[in-house]
């Protein structure tokens, strides 16, 4: 059935709080009286030892006296007193608790040590436990409130997941402000047992039998916010939140982008996908709306909850002033939106419906007269058209504003046409009223038009993603995917990887990673048909003078060691070497290198000769592991300019043939291969083919923590990877 | 004494309404009610023909036959009327009009020539006019509400100029909502003949003499917030914005981003520093504060009245939830502060005043229980430690948590210490009292951190500005800058630029414009003191192979002409030629594409030899003239980078050291200058000659539409002008 059937939580039977409490003041008895507020529909018990009753209830001494076995139970007594209690609910058979106990982790040691005992306390009697030092959780399907925060009681289609307690607390006064209702609401606290992707499974699990609110004025799916500070498992994360947000629209915010790891990368790759930027490619991946702060995410709450999301990006503002019009407009494209273009059936209409003076052009001004018959015929012309998805309304409390009727019109228009209309009703005192009637019909208005227009412009980017992944879909089945991709020598590979492993020079960091050098990741691009120019070790001024006889010029000389990762800085490179003054110059230079180095750093160094690849792009391709998301591939500009340019695309592995496009598409460098001022495109179709074999090279051989070639040079005739590294870890 | 004299508009002992109505819906009404209600003490008349009295007060049939000349008119009447009317007002002597009346040059044709009207008519009697088409104007220090809008009277130290009447009636709305007051409120509306400029003007002089509110809640200095539409002259407006904005902090709203010129221009400098991009600059350079939105505007006009911009970017963040407070955290950075670091003593305060469990390290959890006591230790403690500059004080409304008097206590430190506090009590109707208690005490609040946050950034952004004027002030007394720009030959200069003007082919856009080739640029920049390659216009491959022995290879071949502008488009240059077989073919290439040229679009092109310059950083460096504020130079990456990089760093003319410093300093290849990845550093004091010797060719030559040296190239030993072009006008 389910994974982790949570089912009790939500809608239990049956609720037992433990520290149940006569004064008004604690947790223990907030949480009684927000479960009878509620008028939670089951049974409720009450368990403490130094009371008879509280509220008419009767108290319990021990939770094994009591007369059932509840389907859930509220612990909210000392964190030193809890695992005693919880192994009275396990022996009495209750498999779901809430713990809303501070003093666990988050408090120090043996705060830590306490909570591990309460995990194996859980484990030994197969209790799920939310929290600990959580708010609780709210249910308006099962008409729970176990939490001991105030909560308004108003049905919705949202679900909520916070770590944070008091998020939910301002959310809870922000909702109950605006009218806002939800279904769920789940605090996850220290996570103990219960983490975000159980609750999300469950959830997901739980949507296949739909069946919520049938409140006409909802949005038709089911959205989700999230407020995390932590995520534990990144990979089941994000395939769990892929798939619901196929349906039901994801929202999360995820602060700590300024505590990005500090720690040096061996790549490129590594230092350049930073664990906020790799963060950004996950949620993208999984269909995944980021919020920037607390405004987007209560602003997305409202929008997703009480609109559909639009169907395309044609947008029309109607305004009653200029002013904001104008200022709106400016947000539209930059919120990917873009004003839809009113045709003459539509335009006539205006024509007819509006004053002289008034714009009949998007943006529409109704002028500052305007009562609320002309919005109404107004927005009703523009609804009326077919390519126009969604509108913007703006009212400035102006002499002769009907802002109560204005927000009524609305409304009627909003059930008739069935588009989103968001609203900007701005100012203070003069709006209330109206942004009352606005909310009772759960039209989503916002204090300022920039703030409707990005909620819009957000929840045309989870459209967009959904109708985005169809068309990768369809492409699959059509067979344009991966078409290219042979197969790559995994046995060549693996024997490329063991010689490096052997080779104790290599080792870094505690002897479990280590480095391969350019021979060998050249050796590892070959297997898997990824061509390097034309390269041989030399050991004297001859060998090079054969090499150029042999290959031409220009020719490239470089010192290769496993400890050599950042050869520019140690100008350990020397290109463009046409003649052989110019070739006995830059070797004895490098000669000279390699010993100082011998000296100074203790390792040896090796003299590469290459051909020099000219007249091509220079690129950068890598992948690196992350701790919570696995392999990521990043692709952009190379060279010099992979630091300056910024050019950092990222996307969680596997890359198939739809991906690698939009990787090279989304890049800066993308400008540069495609007949960029007169030149002629450069091949691309070469650049989509490495990409998916180094991505197929890595999920064959995972103990690759980095790889990356940079530069990767792309020609009007091949590509080549011109340098090479990689770290293998110990697997 | 004042350039233009405005005082009237603001402490006028008489007023006349001309269209004082009876009917309570019209403007004329309106304006009159708002005087009485705001008991304004000097006399009020009222022009009617068609009343007797309103309100108790006589109408005049005609403004001849008012006993006094009023020091102030509002005209109210429909636009056909208002001519006559201004006859009138102007033989009676009266020097100051407001016309609110709409139907000029924003209702089409017809409105145009009737504003033309009203203009001449002005001139004739000496009248200042602001509007038509606007609000009105609001004086608070006049008792004077002489607008059809609806506005609270609350004292206060803000100015406001609107081009728009509904931003001014939604600002009016939220600001009596939040009791936020100000002192000027002037709508400029067509602005026909007072301009934005000519208020700020008035305000500056008028500033001199000091003397306004004593509030101690208020900041010491006077915000100006400016939403406009339009900038006609963007020089003077720049130039009394600069002057203003070293005391006083303005603030503007500029919409209009997604407008931007469309215009295809000749150089790079044209194209990527367009018109937002300059504006952007122009507002930079003027110290004035730039608002992204609505929310911004309204956010700023609140903390810069309430609050002192911070001394210093260290902040500290008390919240009694962490959740909130690591949001916080993401946006301290990101606006410019940072998270300032607590001594020891302040910790020792902090450790002894708060329970085990809070976090006394910024940003600081007083806990989920705290109580305003609780706030009021942690909040004293912090603000007492001198490098603490600011404090941004959370607060979620928990079980126990004391709004009001937690905003209570921080009214009382905000007293005490005068250092900026903004708040962010979140949520809904749980907070509504104790922000009231906020804004009683001009303690600003926002609902969520990062809106305090922000404006915080914003209001630091002021102050560096001013301190960065005051270095660059003494850096000049200090003899640093400008030192090694050697007198430009101006003769050279001009004889070249007459070159130019007489050679009809170079003609453009209507012969009202000339391209200089590069032959010509080549002369300026030598003019300048500017080093070019050495070059040579050739005719056979003799005279290549000529001027490679004399200059040794390797050597660029390129085709010049005024017509060919976008050289690499055409692939009109060849780079890296070193040997004979090299060079012949390049030569013959160009000389096809030369006379195919000729065929296809008529014109002559010159094959140019240039020696190549190897080993440096390509650069983009150029000046163009934008229509609002004149000469604005732009530097940034250079050669094919320009277009990829958009490296846009732009600055007024004219450039000093300390500029040429800030220019390169912001770029994005600045990285590749200063000894990256090892590389030594390269000599960029010869970058900023260049870059100040260009700006003062251009402020004598003002006629230089466009000039840009692309690639102008920085190695070790020298900096090059490897190719240029120039555009002048006719003058």
Known sequence: MYSKDLSKFFTPKSVAIIGASRDSKKVGRIIVENLLNWNFKGEIYLVNPNVHEILGYKCFADYSLLPVVPDLAVIAIPAS????????????????????????????????????????????????????????????????????????????????????????????????????????FVTLGNKANISEVDVLTYWFEEGQKRNFTNDQNLSTNRPIGIYLESIDDGIGFINIAAQISLHDPIFILKPGKSQIGKKAMQSHTGSLAGEDNVLDAAFKDAGIIRCE?????????????????????????ISNAGGPAVVATDFIEKEGLHLAELNNKTLQRLKKALPIGASIHNPIDVLGDALAMRYFEALD?????????????????????????????????????????????????HIVEAEKILNLHKIPNFRYPERAIRALGKMWQWRLRSVKKSLAIQSLSIGILNQDVSSINFDAVNDLIEIGKKDASSRIEDAKSCVLNSFLTDGIFDACGIKNPPSSPVNDIEDCFGFVEEHGSPIVLKLISPHLMHKTEYHAVKTGLYNKDQIQIAFNKLKNLASKLEKTHGFHAVIQIQKQVMNGVELILG?????????????????????????????????????????????????????????????????????????????????????????????????????????????
Chains 1, 2 share one sequence.
């Open 381 to 429: 012309a523009v609804l009326s058209q077919e390519d126009v998805y969604a509108a913007i309304v703006i009212l400035t409390p102006q002499v002769m504003t009907e802002g109560y009727l204005t927000a009524e019109i609305i409304a009627r228009l909003s059930n008739q046409h069935r588009k989103p209309i968001l609203c900007s009703f701005m100012g203070g005192s």
């Open 623 to 731: 992948i690196k592991r992350d701790i919570s998301f696995g392999h990521v591939m990043m692709f952009g500009g190379g060279g010099i300019m992979a630091d300056i340019l910024q050019d950092i695309n990222l996307k969680l592995l596997p890359i198939d043939r739809f991906n690698a496009v939009e990787l090279v598409e989304n890049s800066k460098v993308y400008k540069l291969l495609t007949g960029f001022r007169g030149m002629k495109p450069y091949p691309i179709r070469k650049l989509f083919i490495v990409m998916e074999r180094l991505s197929d090279l890595v999920l064959n051989f995972p103990e690759i923590a980095e790889i990356e070639i940079n530069p990767l040079i792309l020609t009007y005739e091949d590509i080549w990877a011109v340098d090479g590294k990689a770290i293998v870890t110990e697997t």
């Open 81 to 184: 007193f809890v695992i005693d209690v919880m192994h009275q609910i396990g022996r009495k058979g209750t498999k779901h608790v809430i713990i809303v106990s501070a003093g666990f982790r988050e408090s120090g040691e043996e705060g830590k040590i306490l909570e591990q005992r309460a995990i194996e306390t859980a484990e030994l009697y197969g209790i799920h436990i939310i929290g600990p030092n959580c708010l609780g959780v709210v249910s308006v399907e099962g008409n729970l409130n176990a939490t001991f925060g105030s909560v308004s009681k108003h049905d919705g289609n949202l679900r909520f997941l916070s770590q944070s307690g008091a998020v939910a607390t301002s959310f809870f006064d922000f909702a109950a402000s605006q009218n806002l209702g939800f279904s769920h």
């Open 293 to 317: 702060g607390l405004e987007d995410f209560f602003d997305l709450a409202k929008a997703f909850s009480w609109e559909e999301p639009p169907e395309g990006s044609g947008v029309v503002i």
